[in-house]
């Protein structure tokens, strides 16, 4: 995103937001309202005139309606709130750069974590995508065509596209056939004859 953009999207939002950038470093903890506004001015610069004030409902929206590519998203939740904790400590050591020896709160309360003697940013305090998604069932399978030691074939399941072979007829033994695995029909066939 450019300065233009950016300079555009604020001009867009209320008082109330521009006056949360003001409050950023102002004291040593980030307020719920602030992170709020903030959240407001991000998504005005991923989709200028906006109603939509949560980024996980414009995420939705963009990627539903749209359908961005995920690096065209606007962050989670959890990602912008490191962020915000980020340039909220920055902001911080700004405010007392008259000061000659500062007292700053640890900046491992504000989007960063110990790495020993480093300190690394915090990318999110979300979960990488939902626990739907993580649990789910695929195979690593690239040689044994998805035969006996298929993590998908154990649990009952076919192969799908997210698994390693792919779920191609070529590579895998384990593909939608027409039925579920670990149903037998045939009772059924034969009470019907």
């Keep these: 995103m450019g300065k233009l953009r950016c300079w555009q999207a604020l001009n867009r939002c209320s008082e109330t937001v521009i006056s949360a950038f003001a409050a950023v470093g102002a004291s040593f903890t980030t307020k719920p ?25 414009l995420r939705w929206k963009l990627f539903t309606k749209k359908q961005l590519e995920a690096q065209k998203l606007p962050p989670t939740r959890g990602a912008l709130k490191e962020v915000i904790a980020r340039a909220h400590y920055q902001a911080i050591v700004w405010y007392q750069d008259f000061i000659p020896n500062p007292q700053l709160p640890p900046a491992t ?9 480093v300190l690394v940013p915090i990318t999110s305090s979300d979960p990488p995508a939902p626990a739907a998604v993580i649990h789910m069932v695929k195979c690593g399978c690239k040689k044994s065509k998805c035969q006996s030691l298929c993590s998908c074939r154990s649990q009952n399941l076919n192969c799908s596209e997210l698994c390693e072979c792919g779920a191609d007829d070529d590579a895998c033994t384990n593909v939608d056939n027409g039925q579920m695995l670990g149903i037998d029909d045939s009772d059924e066939d034969e009470s019907e004859v």
Excluded at 33 to 57: H, K, M, N, S, W
Excluded at 109 to 117: F, S, V
């Design 33 to 57: 309202d602030t992170e709020r506004c903030i959240e407001e001015f991000v998504c005005q610069l991923y989709e200028p005139g906006t109603t939509i004030t949560d980024v996980a409902d």
């Design 109 to 117: 309360n504000h989007g960063w974590r110990a790495d020993g003697d």
